[in-house]
């Protein structure tokens, strides 16, 4: 009985039972890691994978712009310099100084929080509208300038013949999911903490957080610095994994369709966006695999996110969480649909309370 | 090149100006950051191609019917799209991207990725100040010029102007004044994306048309606007004729101009914004303290 790992499986075993088990959504979610971490070893197919490391990059991609716009409510729209600088700055390092793959992520994901940093101090100034279409811009320069300078930075075709960091697919799969759940689970800590209650507190009413001794341009400035470095690490991962790093990283398209797969999932969840690139991404690219489909692919992509906004305006994940889960009227917490009474304060649930009425 | 740069700075500008003015419009009445905006200008110059290659319209008939038809087009597209969101800003945002990009892939899906050409209205070169100018040119400048002065007339001396400005100052005022609110809104999309449309087919026969047509503009609309400051008719007037000059110049003056010039003119833009971060004559709007 007193087998010490016997005691911690137990022990992992009511953790799960009481803290997982409660509530559908989290089940969801170990389903989800679960079936990420065993997928390679179950059904190895090389398309399969390739567009599971997509999904992931993008994932993370989404939830850092989830942390800018979503709780410090600076609506980037520019998103995609970010991933750029980082993507750029890995390559043009391990291409042109001869740096290791493992290296040079880290250095292009540091460049990418500099960058973060210099927009942020330009944007600290601006507010709401004026701030989305400026941040538009910054991406669009860079572009010029790349594009300007063709010797350096390989002009269109962009910078090409990188290492990947692993040497079979299996292993960049690995290395994004884990890259991936480690950003998105960092992002969600950090968004549940003191730090993220700030940034809901900038983004309802900046002049009272300030009039509430909170220093707002710092904590936007690291706001910025954050959101850049997890955003820069997925240029650089993306970078690695395509062996190219090319102009089409910095392209409108791409903030925008970050734009869209945050506010489709629901803004201010960080899981909220990854959902979103979890269900867009993968159903774009089967759908883009039929012939007949092929060149419809965009078009049903915007048309699916046009009806799906006309019945969830607030995102998908809130209106999911909502069928499932109800919230408890007296202690606030969140319990399963079915349930009776609360899980923690046994008050009665509004279901119930209803159908007594009745 | 003075006179080159002075001539295409104006008719740029002019361009710029009619986007800009109804992009203004739709933002100061409805507060919505409309992204198809130039999507409508790039249906219109289709729209006036089809009428005018295909089905060998007189030039005339086929500009007023593309300009009508893409009109008719937004109001439905905002009252099937936009209005059932209207509360959730972010979802109109987004609602409004998804829109210029279902038009970019219908266009791709019609007409293909092709480059098509439109032959001019007005043939023949004007000479004004030593520089050629080609008539269909000086057609861009002055429908440009009658149509920005249009919309100073109908905001400026009629009702529906009237309602439009007072919407814009303070939209729950307007209402309690008795101003059908939406329909005020709808009324400022019509003429917006009308003023759009415009700009779309007096251009089209100068540059290009191709499915990717919207995204240069939008950018560097977005650029004026926000140079202008957000809401003001003045602002968008005048940053639109200060970036049609800059691009002009950096085209004309500097060494891989054609590449530098939207970064030129987008960092102007920050570097306004960053000595006056409401734009050149920004409106201070209630609701945003």
Known sequence: ?????????????????????????????????????????????????????FTCLYAILAASWDLLAGYAGQVNFGHALFFGAGAYTSALLSLKAGLPPWITVWIGAAVATAVGCAVGTLCLRLRGSYLSLATLAFPLIAIGLLFAFPGFSGGELGVSGLKSLAA???????????????????????????FGLVLHAIRDDEVAARASGINTPRYKLAVFAISALVAGLAGALFAHFIRIAGPSTLETALSFQVVIWGIFGGVATIYGPVIAVFTLYPLTDWLGSFKALGELRLLIFAVVVLLVLLFMPRGLSPWVRDKIETLCPRCKQRNGRWKPVCRLCGAPLKAVLAARSR | MLQDILVTGLVNGGVYALLAVGFSLIFGVARIVNIAHTAFYMLAAYCFYTLLVTFNLPVLFAAVVAVAAVTALSVVCYKLVIEPVREHESAVLIATIALALVFQELMLVAFGGNFLGIPSAV??????????????????????????????????????????????????????????????????????????????????????????????????????????????LKGSLIGALIIGYVEAITVFALPAG?????AVALSIMVAVLLIRPDGLFGVAFEEER
């Open chain 2, 123 to 232: 043939e023949g070169v004007a000479t004004l100040l030593g520089v050629n100018i080609p008539y269909q040119r000086l057609l861009i400048l002055v429908v440009a010029a009658a149509m920005l002065i249009g919309t100073w007339l109908v905001l400026y001396r009629t009702r529906l102007g009237l309602a439009i400005r007072a919407t814009a100052n303070d939209l729950e005022v307007a209402s309690l004044m008795g101003m059908n609110v939406g329909r005020v809104a709808m009324a400022t999309v019509a003429i917006s994306v009308a003023l759009a449309s415009i700009a779309g087919v007096v251009v089209a026969p100068v540059f290009v048309v191709d499915p990717l047509m919207w995204l240069a503009p939008l950018v560097t609309m977005l650029a004026i606007v926000v140079l202008g400051g957000l809401g003001s």
């Open chain 1, 1 to 53: 009985m007193t087998n010490p790992l016997a005691f911690a499986v137990r022990q992992a075993w009511v953790n799960l039972k009481s803290e997982v088990f409660v509530l559908p959504s989290r089940i969801l979610v170990l389903a989800w890691v679960l079936a990420l971490l065993v997928l390679p070893l179950v059904y190895p197919d090389p398309y399969v994978l390739r567009i599971i490391i």
């Open chain 1, 168 to 194: 079979t697919r299996t292993g960049n799969y690995y290395i994004a999911v884990l890259s991936m759940f480690a950003c998105v689970f960092g992002l969600w800590k950090l968004a549940n903490s003191n």
């Open chain 2, 258 to 262: 054609a590449f530098l010039k939207g």
